[in-house]
């Protein structure tokens, strides 16, 4: 046996750019993926911290803005149109390069092969595939914003006839060619992604791994790629007709008697509804392939540390699939004050209720996983913990702007920038959070500090609170999104000391994720050596080496006998039973 | 050697194990060690959900054009003649292509690289043909950008194009393995993906062919 494994580890022997740069190993993959999205993560951040200055200090010349940003803030105060484009870019960062690829990437890629004991992801070249052309959608999104005309400014949503106009303003112009270029490949790498995924998980679980048996990440993991596949396509539909428009003169989305500049728009007869009704089918689901990866990793993070077995583990696996059927068909109620039918829009309404069901199945199994569990507070745990006390808040609010009546008030207000920050925004940080705090120790072999931890996730839990929570009082006084400034009117100057405030919150929980940083790359090589099983998890990940070695297994692959979640089985040696001890037969 | 050569690709597990491992999932060259793997070889399975990608992506853009139509100021215009020529041809490619996986099954290598390789040829020749068609087109004075009905008549035929010429190169590459001597009646997996795709290109240029015709 020795002598077999010696033989084979001689045999693939990789060199440093096969192992660490074009690796088809799904676990380097993996962390390419975490360490790019933890990239795009601070660059977001740093956006966000740029409006809030200018939100918090309208007109206040602050001199090193202006040395940071050049033309961009000349005087030191930020312009318009590079606030506009901050908010265009914070978005489309967040949502798609740090919350689709940097959750996706990484955990779909760790977790799926090393969970149903695979030795790698189906097509590995494929995937290898995937993360560089991530790669080279990072690069033209970041080459955007050193361009003359700088990036695209004409919010994420993109939303036409701004965007379809390239003289519209300067934010419409190259910026947003890269945009949509940027994102023609972002699909396909997320298409890439998602065929392995789904391929991976239906073929190349190990002997005994049942569909019931795997654990509720695979789950969740499987079901976003399915989302992906099937909704990143009418995105691509939508942005190839949006490039159409710019680029070749046609009306898609430009409507007829458009004047721009006092010049009489060449375009006639377009829709941009329609531009409306593509992205958002695509752009809803998006919500959930960014939350269902976020709330599988909780569950496992919850089961384990509260060493009980995660509750109603089929409903759950049921609550999920049922979330991501449903959220192909509610794009509807980011509309309802577009001019679309309100028979449609009461549709809308039904079928947006309805999701909240298996929402909220989810969470009370959740809540009830942790129920009289014997807690261990982890810094994976209070993370995990963290998202449930996010996306509570973010969900019940939820119902009220699924309502048609009650959204056309709230429509692009800041109460609907508090609900999808806390929705979906920060609770799937969190969830990422708790899922890098919780496979730390089996991706690189070695602990993350506890303490540290700890006081990442108060800083964070606590400074997200005080961000987001006074922005619903603001959405419900009617302050608009997207606004440069609120100093004309009295209604959104009231808030002007709020703001001040939710700033200073901003810095609070970004000072907190310097702490995560360093935290995170300290550990990598100075972090104290993990064993095994530091969680006492009962996954197959955790019955192999930290970091695992190529192939994730030794000459065999492990065998599945039980399912995933036997932790305090009564009568049991231990507190957990991991899925490889065989089930002793009695006989008598 | 041989039997590693004759490997179909995506089973990279036995490739990058050089066999050693046993592969617990039971994907790999199409064995099935494991009851719980569905009965598919992966690699057909991962184009099925491409083609399904494919699918969502033709819908999003037909739905569009439905929603189009029905509001008005839609330019009529006949198409050219050569685009039921061109229709024929890849229907008479597709034909061709399922006579040369009959030959192959059969291990009639020589009658079905002659028969993949006309296959492979119509593909070009229909390419050629809707250039050739949107040309004439263009000489009728209709423009990308002349009315909403000319725009996603090239969208339409321009985005299948674009799916076919991937499957001429895919086509090409087979053909070219084929000449080294890669398939036989048990190796010929990497053949029944194209085919699968070409089939489905057809199916589709079919129904977008239905589609437009009807409409314009």
Redesign the interface.
Same mark, same amino acid.
């Given at each position: 046996m020795a002598i077999?494994t010696e033989?084979?580890e001689v045999?693939?022997k990789q060199s440093f750019i096969t192992k660490y740069i074009f690796s088809?190993d799904h676990k380097t993959i993996a962390r390419q993926y975490l360490i790019t999205g933890i990239f795009w993560g601070v660059v977001g951040m740093i956006l966000s911290w740029l409006m809030r200055l200018q939100l918090a200090y309208p007109n206040q010349p602050m001199p090193i803005l202006e040395k940071i940003l050049g033309k961009w803030a000349e005087g030191g105060i930020l312009k318009p149109e590079f606030y506009v484009a901050l908010i265009t870019m914070h978005g489309t960062i967040m949502v798609f390069f740090l919350l689709t690829a940097g959750l996706s990437g990484t955990f779909s890629n760790y977790l799926i092969p090393l969970q149903? *004991? %695979?030795?790698?992801m %189906?097509?590995?070249? =494929?995937n290898m595939l995937s993360y560089w052309v991530f790669f080279a959608a990072s690069v033209v999104m970041l080459a955007s914003f050193f361009i003359q005309t700088g990036p695209a400014a004409v919010g994420w949503t993109f939303y036409p006839p701004l965007s379809a106009l390239k003289n519209s303003i300067p934010g419409a112009d190259l910026g947003a060619t890269l945009w949509l270029i940027s994102m023609a490949l972002f699909i396909v790498s997320s298409?890439l992604g998602? =065929?392995?995924y789904?391929? +991976?998980t239906?073929? $190349?679980?190990?002997? *005994?791994?049942?569909m019931g048996r795997l654990p509720i990440t695979v789950w969740g993991m499987f079901v976003t790629a399915i989302l992906g596949? =099937?909704?990143?396509?009418?995105l691509?539909?939508?942005a190839?007709?949006l490039i159409?428009d710019r680029e070749?003169?046609?009306?898609?989305f430009v409507p007829s008697g458009l004047v721009l500049g006092g010049q009489p728009v060449p375009h006639?007869? *377009?829709?941009p509804i329609?531009w409306q009704?593509?992205f958002w $089918?695509l752009g809803h689901p998006e919500v959930y392939i960014v939350a269902i990866p976020a709330f599988s990793l909780v569950g496992e993070i919850l089961a384990t540390n509260a060493r009980k077995p995660l509750f109603a583990y089929k409903v759950s696996v049921g609550a999920i699939i049922g979330i991501g059927a449903l959220s192909m068909i509610v794009w509807g109620h980011h509309m309802y004050v577009s001019g679309m039918n309100p028979v449609l829009g009461e549709v809308f309404v039904i079928t947006t209720l309805a999701i909240s069901f298996p929402t909220a199945i989810l969470v009370f199994n959740y809540l009830v996983t942790i129920w009289r569990g014997n807690l261990r507070f982890t810094p994976a745990m209070l993370f995990a913990l963290g998202f449930l006390g996010l996306f509570i808040p973010g969900a019940l609010t939820g119902a009220f702007l699924a309502t048609a009546p009650v959204d056309i008030q709230l429509h692009d207000t800041y109460f609907v920038v508090a609900h999808f920050h806390f929705t979906m925004a920060t609770s799937a940080a969190f969830g990422m959070f708790a899922g890098v705090y919780h496979w730390f120790p089996k991706m690189f072999g070695r602990m993350m500090n506890d303490k540290l931890g700890k006081l990442h996730f108060w800083g964070s839990f606590i400074g997200v609170y005080l961000i987001f929570f006074p922005m619903f009082f603001q959405g419900i006084a009617g302050v608009p999104r997207r606004y440069y400034a609120f100093t004309e009117y009295n209604f959104t100057s009231q808030f002007l000391g709020l703001n001040k405030f939710i700033t200073i919150a901003a810095f609070v929980a970004g000072a907190a994720q310097l702490l995560f940083l360093f935290n995170f790359f300290w550990s990598i090589f100075k972090g104290k050596k993990a064993d095994k099983n530091p969680w006492k998890a009962t996954t197959l990940e955790w019955q192999t080496d930290s970091p695992p070695p190529h *192939?994730n297994?030794g000459?065999? +692959?492990?065998v599945v006998y039980r399912g995933p979640y036997e932790y305090s089985v009564p009568g049991a040696e231990e507190d957990y039973i991991p899925q490889t001890v065989p089930v002793k037969v009695e006989t008598k | 050697m041989v039997i590693e050569k004759k490997r179909p690709k995506s089973g990279a597990m036995d490739i990058d194990f050089n066999g050693t491992y046993s592969n617990g999932g039971g994907g790999g060259a199409g064995g099935h060690s494991s009851s719980y793997a569905l009965p598919v070889q992966p690699a057909k399975f991962g184009l099925w959900l491409f083609i399904s990608a494919i699918i969502m992506l033709f819908s999003a853009l037909t739905s569009a054009y439905i929603v189009r139509h029905s509001a008005g100021n839609w330019l009529r215009f006949e198409m050219p003649e050569i685009f039921w020529f061109n229709t024929f041809v890849l229907l008479l490619s597709s034909l061709t292509i399922q006579l040369s996986y009959f030959q192959l099954r059969r291990d009639k290598v020589a009658s079905f690289k002659v028969l993949f390789a006309i296959s492979t040829f119509l593909g070009l020749l229909f390419l050629a043909g809707q250039v050739m068609g949107w040309n004439q087109l263009r000489e009728m004075g209709i423009y990308v950008s002349t009315n909403p009905s000319s725009s996603f008549f090239y969208l339409l035929t321009g985005a299948h194009a674009v799916h076919l010429a991937g499957g001429v190169i895919s086509l090409i590459y087979v053909f070219v393995k084929s000449l080294l001597g890669y398939y036989s009646s048990r190796n010929k997996l990497g053949v029944e993906l194209c085919i699968t795709y070409w089939h489905f290109l057809d199916i589709l240029w079919l129904y977008l062919f239905v589609f437009i015709k009807v409409t314009t």
């Amino acid at each position: 046996m020795a002598i077999h494994t010696e033989h084979t580890e001689v045999a693939h022997k990789q060199s440093f750019i096969t192992k660490y740069i074009f690796s088809t190993d799904h676990k380097t993959i993996a962390r390419q993926y975490l360490i790019t999205g933890i990239f795009w993560g601070v660059v977001g951040m740093i956006l966000s911290w740029l409006m809030r200055l200018q939100l918090a200090y309208p007109n206040q010349p602050m001199p090193i803005l202006e040395k940071i940003l050049g033309k961009w803030a000349e005087g030191g105060i930020l312009k318009p149109e590079f606030y506009v484009a901050l908010i265009t870019m914070h978005g489309t960062i967040m949502v798609f390069f740090l919350l689709t690829a940097g959750l996706s990437g990484t955990f779909s890629n760790y977790l799926i092969p090393l969970q149903i *004991g %695979a030795r790698d992801m %189906a097509f590995p070249v =494929l995937n290898m595939l995937s993360y560089w052309v991530f790669f080279a959608a990072s690069v033209v999104m970041l080459a955007s914003f050193f361009i003359q005309t700088g990036p695209a400014a004409v919010g994420w949503t993109f939303y036409p006839p701004l965007s379809a106009l390239k003289n519209s303003i300067p934010g419409a112009d190259l910026g947003a060619t890269l945009w949509l270029i940027s994102m023609a490949l972002f699909i396909v790498s997320s298409l890439l992604g998602a =065929l392995n995924y789904i391929t +991976t998980t239906l073929n $190349f679980r190990t002997k *005994g791994m049942s569909m019931g048996r795997l654990p509720i990440t695979v789950w969740g993991m499987f079901v976003t790629a399915i989302l992906g596949l =099937l909704s990143f396509p009418v995105l691509l539909a939508g942005a190839v007709m949006l490039i159409f428009d710019r680029e070749f003169g046609t009306s898609f989305f430009v409507p007829s008697g458009l004047v721009l500049g006092g010049q009489p728009v060449p375009h006639e007869g *377009g829709n941009p509804i329609l531009w409306q009704h593509l992205f958002w $089918f695509l752009g809803h689901p998006e919500v959930y392939i960014v939350a269902i990866p976020a709330f599988s990793l909780v569950g496992e993070i919850l089961a384990t540390n509260a060493r009980k077995p995660l509750f109603a583990y089929k409903v759950s696996v049921g609550a999920i699939i049922g979330i991501g059927a449903l959220s192909m068909i509610v794009w509807g109620h980011h509309m309802y004050v577009s001019g679309m039918n309100p028979v449609l829009g009461e549709v809308f309404v039904i079928t947006t209720l309805a999701i909240s069901f298996p929402t909220a199945i989810l969470v009370f199994n959740y809540l009830v996983t942790i129920w009289r569990g014997n807690l261990r507070f982890t810094p994976a745990m209070l993370f995990a913990l963290g998202f449930l006390g996010l996306f509570i808040p973010g969900a019940l609010t939820g119902a009220f702007l699924a309502t048609a009546p009650v959204d056309i008030q709230l429509h692009d207000t800041y109460f609907v920038v508090a609900h999808f920050h806390f929705t979906m925004a920060t609770s799937a940080a969190f969830g990422m959070f708790a899922g890098v705090y919780h496979w730390f120790p089996k991706m690189f072999g070695r602990m993350m500090n506890d303490k540290l931890g700890k006081l990442h996730f108060w800083g964070s839990f606590i400074g997200v609170y005080l961000i987001f929570f006074p922005m619903f009082f603001q959405g419900i006084a009617g302050v608009p999104r997207r606004y440069y400034a609120f100093t004309e009117y009295n209604f959104t100057s009231q808030f002007l000391g709020l703001n001040k405030f939710i700033t200073i919150a901003a810095f609070v929980a970004g000072a907190a994720q310097l702490l995560f940083l360093f935290n995170f790359f300290w550990s990598i090589f100075k972090g104290k050596k993990a064993d095994k099983n530091p969680w006492k998890a009962t996954t197959l990940e955790w019955q192999t080496d930290s970091p695992p070695p190529h *192939g994730n297994w030794g000459p065999e +692959t492990p065998v599945v006998y039980r399912g995933p979640y036997e932790y305090s089985v009564p009568g049991a040696e231990e507190d957990y039973i991991p899925q490889t001890v065989p089930v002793k037969v009695e006989t008598k | 050697m041989v039997i590693e050569k004759k490997r179909p690709k995506s089973g990279a597990m036995d490739i990058d194990f050089n066999g050693t491992y046993s592969n617990g999932g039971g994907g790999g060259a199409g064995g099935h060690s494991s009851s719980y793997a569905l009965p598919v070889q992966p690699a057909k399975f991962g184009l099925w959900l491409f083609i399904s990608a494919i699918i969502m992506l033709f819908s999003a853009l037909t739905s569009a054009y439905i929603v189009r139509h029905s509001a008005g100021n839609w330019l009529r215009f006949e198409m050219p003649e050569i685009f039921w020529f061109n229709t024929f041809v890849l229907l008479l490619s597709s034909l061709t292509i399922q006579l040369s996986y009959f030959q192959l099954r059969r291990d009639k290598v020589a009658s079905f690289k002659v028969l993949f390789a006309i296959s492979t040829f119509l593909g070009l020749l229909f390419l050629a043909g809707q250039v050739m068609g949107w040309n004439q087109l263009r000489e009728m004075g209709i423009y990308v950008s002349t009315n909403p009905s000319s725009s996603f008549f090239y969208l339409l035929t321009g985005a299948h194009a674009v799916h076919l010429a991937g499957g001429v190169i895919s086509l090409i590459y087979v053909f070219v393995k084929s000449l080294l001597g890669y398939y036989s009646s048990r190796n010929k997996l990497g053949v029944e993906l194209c085919i699968t795709y070409w089939h489905f290109l057809d199916i589709l240029w079919l129904y977008l062919f239905v589609f437009i015709k009807v409409t314009t």
